[in-house]
């Protein structure tokens, strides 16, 4: 079941969730609120996917990160991870980040100051011994990148028209920006995009972001059978 959060009748999101669990095997639930997902969980005995938490969380597209990651390079150990755009805001970037944890990694951030990743991502990250690098200039970070993870800049999560307005165009990524790019870097972006990949890069051998789009399938597939006992 996917659990709209959308509520009618004043009814709280706690009781949308013990309702729904007596209709479904397995429930699935975004919330613009970082924590209520995990909240609403201590409510319910049966399964329940966080598909997104506003700003704060998304660990299935994280996992299909990581599996896409080991797909295209055919390690997660030994290489630098970029990642680029709004990391503020990036609820994909905060999940990936603390799974990569998990690897021999090195991180580098690319980002306007106003939109640096969370503290509290990256004092996570630091906890784990995994060296992180924090840049502004794209160019700067391209030659040691393995691994280039590029976001947009999300309108939806700035304050007025012109905060967005300041930083929307801050890392276009065009076939000019990539000569500088490792012959077998690869890059990745959790869709949608606007304009901070050029369509010409759609061509490139490097541009795994709909190979990524795919493997959510798979991944999501496989979490839902492990969840069901079917593997």
């Given amino acids: 079941a996917v659990v709209s959060t959308q509520s009618t009748g004043g009814e709280s999101v706690e009781d949308t969730v013990r309702n729904i669990q007596g ?17 609403s969980a201590r ?18 597209q994280a996992l299909l990160d990581v599996f896409t990651i080991r797909e295209e390079i055919g390690t997660v150990n030994g290489i630098t991870v970029t990642m ?14 603390r799974l990569l944890t998990l690897y021999n990694v090195k991180l580098q951030y690319v980002s306007p100051p106003e939109l640096v990743m969370p ?5 996570y990250v630091a906890e784990k011994g995994i060296k992180q690098e924090v840049f502004t200039d794209l160019l700067a970070a391209m030659p040691a990148t393995d691994v280039l993870y590029v976001t947009r800049i999300q309108k939806e999560r700035f304050p007025s ?6 930083v929307k165009d801050s890392y276009l990524l065009t076939p000019e920006t990539l000569i500088k790019a490792k012959p077998g ?4 972006h959790p869709l949608p995009r606007v304009n901070e990949i050029s369509v010409e890069i759609d061509a490139d051998p490097r541009a795994a972001y709909f ?12 979490l839902l059978a492990m969840l069901l006992g079917k593997c």
């Fill in 119 to 123: 503290e509290e991502v990256t004092s």
């Fill in 43 to 60: 409510y319910v005995s049966k399964p329940l996917i966080n598909g997104g938490d506003g700003v704060g969380e998304h660990p299935t």
């Fill in 211 to 222: 190979r990524q789009a795919e493997n959510g399938v798979y991944i999501r597939m496989a």
């Fill in 84 to 97: 680029v755009g709004d990391l503020k805001h990036g609820r994909t970037v905060h999940s990936l980040a």
């Fill in 185 to 188: 870097m690869i890059v990745m």
């Fill in 23 to 39: 209709y479904c095997d397995i429930m699935v639930m975004r919330h613009p609120t970082p924590g209520k997902v995990e909240q």
């Fill in 161 to 166: 028209p012109e905060a967005y307005e300041k």
